[in-house]
């Protein structure tokens, strides 16, 4: 993107971009409704109630842009526990008179009341089939969170005991948090719409107000109207997106030190979703910087004032969210600790809530789904923060997750690095300099916006809020399982079921067997391989065989219930885990698989009527934010360090699955036979967890699309609803290497192929050279599509014998890794090297969170791979020589034998040997060892003998009358490495946006970083060589 | 011409980026620039006070102004390396453009202060290529783009006075000899040169070949050899001697020798096929390649471009590659109005560097022009044009399109006296 060339809607006619919203309308809360879409939900004390009670706090905005913040009053945290055997009604007050007095006794409350109301309910417990029989339980509603979870742990650990007895110490849906018990019971999903009729509400008064929002107003939990987000309610808010970037001073050699590195510019735009054009464009400089067309520039003297400028501009703008790359991790944290080491004092508070500081905090987010992340947490009341970094590393695996190779990925372009080292001397260097980072600050700022316009991740996580019923907030900075357990408690609250509160658990993950795998036949097959895959199979074993909680039945209430085999229950293929059918009983997650799986087809089915592309948008990230759903609830129950983890549901689930790809194989195999009439005996040649690979035998498309038909309809009668074998695509030809590694020309009709699917095969895996991923590509595709094996290999060959003969250009022999942390324990490539620049340069060397990048080089015999890595420019510029039968051997040889050896099958050996192995090309490195020691003599262009000292000639005697031919030839080379320079240098020109300006890009990721830097060495060494024909001859 | 052909000489050979060129042809022509927009649009602009020309930085808000700097168009077809390295690359590579011009052309004028996007109708009339500089008049929009309303460019240089020359004589000019590497030169080069010597025709023939002064070859005097890729050839790893043909330079250097060792002086410019090196300013093929016409004293080896005198007629010439490149940043096709162009922008090639490869020069811009020739012909082009342009100081100057001889069998004689013009034609088949 080019800052001068996009659009803005204000003017720069040296008046400021204004910065508020739009003036609220005139509302009068005795005629008029207020609705508004909720983003965030947290809880507060309620200050003006006697009691301190909790209540919540609901951030939105009005579909005209104004901002809401309604605090909702009067809903209690409550839990359930059993009722103690024999308690009737009439116990009512005398128990909670007891278990009030144990309250007092922990909390001095200066004598109100804590335990706010018991009440006797008849419920279930989620846990097991019991005859559908509904048990009193008492319901505790208290005061506050705080009385809650002591009253649990006193009922917990028996400390509260009731006639001298203890009550059982388990306690139900207790470690529900007070904002999501909240939403549940009063049906408030995430982002959803609220509705205020006329006197439900009133206005703050003036003492009351307590935020930055337009519209503030109280309410009771009993008196709003909660919308689902269907129809008109599944619309969206103009929500205001603040996009920043900011730029730090750092000093040579080390990363940015919010105690000694100033911030010198922040950079933000401001964008009203579903917009193309930002509505605010600004940056704020620490010293002064030219102008910037159709931005304000900003400019301060005090980094202190800036800070607080930004502050105030941040409440002014107020957006309702804050996006930016790695903002969560850097800018925030930076900026909140610059101005606590500068004392500016009121920096802090540009969240919505006036008086609440904001702070940062150290979080440790563990999930099976994501790993272990350590992350630091900023408070920012009322507004949601997105970062992208975090959302391109949770939604997609990628090589780098820079800004720079992000956008490339998705934008389809380069974006300029300017490298930290420069930022600091642009800083102090003039007001022009200064416009020049300002810029190129600008252009990050805006990437993360036009990212999560591209990707529509905004619209995609609403719509899993929505779905799923958590609080955006949760999306990120949670894992899978909560979004289950708040559809879980939803549905169990509309059956009457409690469900127990548990301890977590720490790890402990009792294996059980995972999804089966039949044993692939590896090979080359160059015959239609038609593909049946069961949709979502997990799902639909759980939805066709009503595995839940509450349909698991034990021997025991089987015999009690005299239940029958078969035609109450069923016995599962792990350990014999019994659950009761659905006629019996429905069980809660088939429920709310159904539901969800439903909603996705309906969501499908809008999604082709509808032409609108945002609507389309909403829809589209709606079905996705479903289909994940539904695939995280069997997760849920696999989860052993969860909250509700249910070994019984997940592995039979699993045993299910592998019965049913093995009873698939057994039912294709054995009906598609000659026997049968078929041409051929059909053969599965592979199948993994939802789906096989079936070889009909049939050798065109037609025919293989058709018995794949018949296949996936003949399969799906023999197993029970809502399961489906479909038949969906053909691989012709398929390449099968091993388990989970397969690769294949896909196609869905017999006209045209879709494309080249591949799986487990080398391609993203970072520590694998581009070259590699580039071999493996090309091979397969001249395979697969072109069919053309002795292509293939003879690519392969020539790459070899190119990398062996130094032709292969460097950034294809780039390795980068991030340099993490300072102390690894075992010797790696690139900390190594990390440490030897640091040596040469601390001021260019790469620091922490850096990514380094290098190249594996020629080394003592026998040296470790850590010794041998080197910078790729250090070795550009003395000629040093690469390894490249490391590359070889460590990079290139395995991926290709894998590929290679079910075709050719022990030929494939040839490839890494041979006559193109043969030819091989050192450069003479101009430093190290020897080097010092040796001398350099001229040698003879044409034949590399030596020549003697101070000749006037470039050639020998016997080259002599080739002089023309080798001139023409050395003349050839300097005209390509001409070309390439004038190429490659003036496509950054193009890049950065700038004629007259140097380049000073360093992103490393860009494809051309190291040609170019190539190109002008090779061009000047190979002019110079050409200089010195200019002699007479 | 020796200053002029001085700067064109490259003397050293160091690669550094190509910002200071663009910086030196911004300050080599601003004044220019500058003094050609105040006289054209002196009622609109009182000379001297601050709104009238402007850093484009300083453009305010709706006030009509005059901004000078550099063109930068950005263009969708324009060749783009990055494409081409992140493209797939089992793809085949795309086929060179004839033209990089499109609907969605983007014009932008930058200066070292920052660059502004041009609108208006009038961009697409004048045909604006990257890397003129110029001034607009116009005032910026509400979206941040620059309104043009007329454009001005440096316009002519000086000219040194015509001088007076009683009796005819002639400049032979000849592009694209293109000897092959196969065949021995054609019938029509043998003729030619034989004319030339004043072996050919009858008395008039030679009468005018006695009067011919100079000819100047302008490049491509050698066949584009291109070397196919044999992918079923069974590969040689190591140097194969085999592609390698000295037929035709030693061809070129007999035929060279044959015209000079007559007398005849010739200069040799050389093109974007011939033995040098590719950057612009093309420099002088080595005297090793022409062992036998570098004997003679007539001969001299030139720049491309190459400006020279004759008797106080100022000829200015190149081998084609300039205007080629213009050609393909607009619809026009008439060479000669494109030529007139850079007449215009002072300048021979604009294009440089951002798609016309040229050497990265740091403290000057040899392409600008500093005088008007008299003669300007640009070499390898499918047909014969020429025409008289006067400029407003009484600047006279013939405009040739030199075609290529090898298609056309076609050399241009221009007469000293009167810049008259005619070609000569050759054909082996009368």
């Known amino acids: 993107m080019d800052i001068q060339r996009s659009q803005p809607l204000v003017e720069s006619t040296g008046k400021r971009q204004i910065w508020t919203r739009p003036s609220i309308p005139y509302i009068n809360s005795e005629e008029h409704s207020i609705a508004f879409q909720q983003i965030e939900l947290d809880e507060c004390i309620d200050p003006y109630s006697a009691s301190r009670s909790p209540m919540i706090r609901m951030f939105g905005l009005t579909e005209a842009g104004n901002s809401v913040l309604c605090y909702v009053k009067g809903f209690l945290p409550y839990f359930y526990i059993p009722a103690p055997n024999g308690f009737k009604s009439g116990d009512i007050v005398e128990f909670k008179s007891s278990l009030e007095l144990a309250l007092q006794h922990e909390i001095s409350s ?176 620490l010293n002064s910087c030219a102008p910037i067309i159709a931005t304000d520039v900003l400019e301060y003297y005090d980094e202190g004032n800036m800070l607080q400028a930004w502050c105030d501009f941040v409440v002014e703008a107020d957006p309702d969210v804050i996006i930016g790359y790695n903002i969560a991790n850097f800018d925030l944290p930076y900026l909140i600790d610059r101005a606590i080491h500068l004392k500016v004092s009121r920096f802090p508070y540009f969240g919505r809530i006036k008086c609440t500081k904001v702070e940062v905090r150290d979080t440790r987010f563990s999930s099976k789904a994501y790993g272990t992340r350590e992350n630091k947490s900023t408070n920012i009341d009322g507004r949601i923060q997105f970062d992208m970094l975090q959302v391109m590393q949770r939604d997609h695996k990628l090589r780098s997750y820079t800004l720079n190779s992000v956008c490339a990925h998705f934008l389809g372009e380069q974006k300029e690095d300017v490298h930290h080292s420069i930022i600091t001397d642009l800083h102090n260097g003039n007001p022009e300099t200064r416009r020049r980072l300002a810029i190129y600050c600008l252009k990050d700022a805006y990437l993360p916006q036009r990212l999560m316009d ?28 909560i979004k289950v357990i708040s559809q879980l408690y939803r549905k169990a609250i509309e059956q009457d079921f409690v469900i127990p509160a548990r301890k977590n658990v720490e790890g402990m993950d009792e294996p059980f067997e995972g999804a089966t795998v039949i044993d692939p036949e590896k090979g080359f097959y160059n015959v239609p391989i038609t593909t049946l895959d069961f949709s979502s199979l997990y799902p639909s074993i759980m939805m066709a065989h009503n595995l839940c909680y509450t349909t698991l039945v034990d021997q025991r209430e089987i015999e009690n219930l005299k239940l029958k085999n078969d035609s109450d229950y069923i016995i599962t293929p792990y350990q014999s885990a019994r659950f009761v059918k659905a006629e019996v009983r429905k069980g809660l997650l088939p429920s709310i698989l159904e539901d969800l799986l439903s909603a996705r087809k309906k969501a499908k089915a809008d999604l082709k009527k509808e032409t609108d592309p945002f609507k389309r948008a909403v829809l589209d990230g709606r079905q996705l934010a479903l289909k994940i759903s539904a695939n995280s609830v069997y997760g849920f129950t696999g989860a052993s360090a969860g909250q509700m983890p249910c070994l019984e549901i997940s592995a039979s689930v699993t045993a299910y699955g592998r019965q ?65 074998l479909e038949f969906e695509k053909v691989y012709f030809p398929y390449l099968l290497i091993n388990k989970k590694r397969y690769a294949g020309l896909y196609w869905t009709n017999s006209e045209k192929w879709d494309k080249l699917d591949t799986k487990g095969i080398e391609t993203v895996r970072r520590d694998n050279c581009l070259l590699v991923q580039n071999v493996i590509e090309t091979c397969l595709r001249k395979v697969l599509i072109d069919r053309d094996v002795s292509g293939a290999v003879s690519y392969a060959k020539k790459t070899i014998s190119d990398l062996l003969q130094n032709k292969i250009d460097m950034s294809q022999l780039v390795i980068t890794k991030a340099l993490s942390k300072s102390d690894y324990s075992a010797k790696q490539p690139h900390v190594e090297l990390a440490e030897r620049m640091r040596k040469r340069d601390p001021g260019s060397a790469p620091t922490l969170g850096d990514r380094v990048a290098y ?63 043969r030819v091989v090309q050192h450069t003479t490195p101009t430093i190290g060892g020897l080097m010092k020691f040796a001398v350099i003599v001229p040698t003879c262009l044409g034949c590399k003998v030596p020549l003697t000292k101070n000749a006037d000639t470039v050639v020998c005697r016997h080259c002599k009358p080739k002089l023309g031919e080798l001139y023409q030839k050395q003349l050839a080379t300097v005209n390509e490495f001409e070309t390439r320079f004038a190429r490659l240098w003036t496509q950054c020109q193009r890049c950065q946006g700038s004629l007259h300006q140097d380049v000073l890009c360093s992103s490393r990721d860009c494809p051309i970083w190291y040609m170019r830097k190539k190109a002008q060495k090779d061009v000047q060494d190979a002019s110079a060589v050409l200089e010195k024909f200019n002699y007479e001859w | 011409m020796p200053t002029l052909n001085d700067e064109l000489l490259i003397k050293e050979k160091i690669f550094r980026q190509y910002a200071n060129l663009y910086y030196v042809r911004l300050l080599g022509l601003r004044a220019s620039v500058l003094n050609a927009a105040q006289k054209k649009w002196e009622s609109i602009l009182k000379p001297n006070t601050a709104d009238t020309v402007n850093k484009i930085l300083d453009i305010k808000f709706g006030v009509t102004c005059c901004i000078i700097g550099t063109v930068y168009m950005e263009m969708r077809l324009k060749p783009n390396i990055l494409d081409d390295v992140t493209k797939e690359h089992w793809a085949p590579p795309s086929p060179p453009r004839q033209k990089y011009c499109s609907d969605d052309d983007e014009f932008f004028l930058e200066d070292e202060s920052g660059r502004i996007k041009l609108i208006g109708d009038i961009l697409k009339q004048e045909n604006i290529v990257t890397g003129v500089i110029m001034a607009v008049l116009g005032k910026e929009s509400s979206e941040g783009n620059f309104e043009v309303f007329d454009i001005c460019f440096a316009g002519l240089p000086y000219q040194q006075p015509m001088p007076v020359i009683t009796d005819d004589k002639y400049i032979a000019l000849i592009s694209g000899i293109n000897i092959g590497p196969n065949s ?125 005198e004759i008797d106080g007629v100022v000829f200015l010439g190149t081998s084609g590659q300039t205007i080629d490149d213009i050609a393909k940043y607009v619809e026009c096709e008439d060479r000669l109005k494109l030529t007139e162009q850079t007449l215009y922008w002072r300048h021979v090639a604009p294009t440089t560097p951002d798609t016309l490869w040229c050497h990265p020069f740091r403290d000057y811009d040899p392409f600008i022009m500093k005088q008007t020739p008299h003669v300007y012909f640009v070499g390898n082009q499918k047909e014969f044009a020429t025409t008289i342009i006067k400029g407003p100081e009484q600047q006279s100057i013939r405009l040739i399109s030199l075609p290529s001889f090898s298609e056309t069998g076609n050399i241009v004689l221009v007469n000293l006296k009167n810049l008259d013009c005619h070609t000569m034609s050759f054909s082996s088949t009368l």
């Open chain 1, 110 to 285: 200066g004598g109100r009341e804590l335990l706010n109301k018991v009440e006797v309910k008849l419920k279930e417990t989620i846990q097991g089939y019991h005859g559908k029989q509904k048990c009193p339980f008492l319901k505790l509603s208290f005061v506050d969170t705080k009385t809650l979870n002591i009253a649990k742990r006193m009922i917990e650990d028996g400390s509260f005991t009731y006639k001298s007895r203890d009550v059982g110490g388990i306690t139900f849906e207790s470690n529900l948090k007070y904002v999501l018990r909240f939403m549940i019971d009063c049906k408030v999903t995430g982002a959803n719409w609220i509705e205020l009729p006329p006197k439900s509400y009133r206005f703050c008064a003036e003492y009351e107000r307590s935020s930055h929002c337009q519209l503030e107003i109280i309410t009771r939990h009993d008196q709003f109207i909660s919308h689902p987000p269907e129809g008109d309610w599944s619309k969206i808010a103009p929500l205001r997106i603040l996009s920043f970037d900011i730029e730090c001073a750092g000093r040579k050699g080390i990363f940015p030190e919010a105690t000694h590195d100033p911030v010198i510019q922040i950079a933000n735009m401001v964008t009203v979703q579903g917009e193309k054009n930002p509505l605010i464009r600004n940056v704020f400089t």
């Open chain 1, 454 to 481: 591209k990707l529509m991740c905004l619209i995609n996580y609403l719509e899993m809020a929505r779905v799923t019923g958590v609080p955006f907030g949760y999306l990120l900075s949670r894992g899978q399982q």
């Open chain 1, 660 to 724: 049913m790809i093995e009873q698939t194989k057994r039912e294709v195999e054995s009906r598609f036979t000659m026997e049968n009439g078929y041409k051929h005996d059909a053969q599965v040649i592979y199948g993994d967890t939802d789906s096989v690979m079936v070889k009909f035998g049939v050798d065109n498309l037609v025919d293989a699309m058709k018995l794949g038909q018949e296949a996936a309809e003949y399969v799906t009668g023999k197993f029970l609803r809502p399961i489906k």
């Open chain 1, 855 to 917: 190249v594996i080089i020629k080394g003592t015999k026998g040296a470790a791979a850590y010794e041998k890595s080197e910078d790729p420019i250090y070795v550009l510029e003395n000629n040093i020589p690469i390894d490249t039968s490391y590359y070889l051997e460590n990079q290139l040889s395995k991926p290709l034998l894998r590929i290679f050896e079910p075709i050719l099958g022990d030929k494939a050996e040839s490839l890494l040997s041979g006559d193109h192995t």
């Open chain 2, 184 to 308: 021995s030169p054609a019938l029509q080069l043998q003729m030619m040169t034989e004319f030339l010597n004043g072996e050919l025709g009858d008395s008039f023939e030679q009468n005018l070949a006695s009067k011919i002064a100079l000819l100047i070859v302008a490049g491509n005097s050698l066949q584009d050899v291109k070397v196919v890729e044999d992918d079923k050839k069974e590969k040689k790893y190591g140097y194969d001697s085999s592609s390698y043909n000295a037929q035709p330079l030693f061809d070129l250097d007999n035929i060279l020798n044959e015209i000079c060792s007559e007398v005849l002086p010739v200069d040799l410019m050389p093109g974007s096929n011939d033995p040098v090196n590719a950057f612009l300013p093309q420099q002088p093929i080595i005297p090793s390649l022409l062992p036998k016409a570098y004997q003679n004293s007539t001969f001299r080896r030139v720049t491309n471009p190459y400006w020279c």
